[in-house]
């Protein structure tokens, strides 16, 4: 049976055709965000003028600092109360600034004060799967052998630099090697890289073996019959090299590109 993932949707905006949805940018106070009926405050407003959400969006802020909520509302059938939504949560106490935002065509909303997404506070890139692929595929089909290794040591120099980066999070964190583990774990995931599963680790012998599910790269390529790994065989040589601090080999020995239910990474 083929493993199911759950996806979750990373963008700030909804696109639902046909409805007139409103996006409300709510500035908060830092105490207005920790009180346990903030959501419940605000929520009420809307069911009051009758007022469907169709989305919420909550950034997570530092510790003593405003916030900010994003809640997508569906107005096609009640557009004139917008005025008066706007006027109701803005009189909460603890709320300090509403920004409506119209729908920049038919159908589709955006909120349009953000300019820059972040990933453990670091400024990430997001690529669809149609511009990653193009990029993979077109360096593998216009440079062969070349272009995989080239693959290869884009991710080693990402795994280098992870590395340290995360590292940096951890020690701050009072955290050890494991915390950092738990964590590469949750970022590879998060950044849309595939999961990782199993990692068995011996820091005597400095080997491994590194199980990943869905991996992003491998699964433009099923059904080639071949391992197609490159920037994540890359990426965890990169990565495993810091963490045993001598340069390691990695190879791939299972591959969803040739049929095998995870890919799977040797290192010695």
Wanted: one cysteine or more; hydrophobic letters at 40%.
């Amino acid at each position: 049976m083929a493993a199911s993932f759950k996806t979750f949707e990373i963008g700030y905006f909804v696109y639902i055709p046909g409805r007139y949805v409103v996006c409300l940018h709510i500035s908060l106070s830092s105490k207005g965000f920790c009180r346990p009926d903030m959501l419940t405050s605000i929520f009420n407003v809307f069911a009051e003028l009758n007022v469907p959400i169709v989305s919420i969006k909550i950034p997570k802020p530092g510790l003593g600092e405003n916030a900010e909520l994003s809640v997508f509302a569906d107005l096609t059938e009640s557009r004139n109360v917008l005025r008066k939504l706007v006027e109701k949560i803005r009189s909460l106490r603890f709320v300090e600034k509403v920004e409506a935002i119209e729908p920049l065509f038919k159908g589709f909303t955006v909120d349009t004060t953000y300019s820059q997404p972040t990933l453990a506070g670091d400024r990430v890139i997001i690529l669809r799967e149609p511009a990653y692929e193009g990029f993979i595929k077109g360096l593998k089909k216009r440079f062969g052998s070349v272009g995989k290794e080239f693959l290869y040591y884009i991710g080693l120099d990402m795994g280098y630099k992870v590395f340290k980066a995360q590292s940096k999070i951890i020690r701050k964190a009072g955290g050890s090697l494991k915390e950092l583990l738990v964590f590469l774990k949750e970022v590879f995931k998060h950044s849309g890289l595939g999961i990782v599963e199993h990692i068995d680790i011996d820091f005597d012998n400095k080997t491994a073996i590194i199980r990943v599910q869905n991996s992003f790269e491998c699964r433009l390529f099923k059904e080639s019959g071949n391992v197609e790994s490159h920037v994540i065989r890359g990426f965890i040589a990169g990565f495993m090299s810091s963490l045993f601090k001598t340069k390691v080999n990695v190879i791939e020995t299972k591959c969803i590109a040739k049929g095998d239910p995870y890919c799977e990474f040797t290192v010695f």
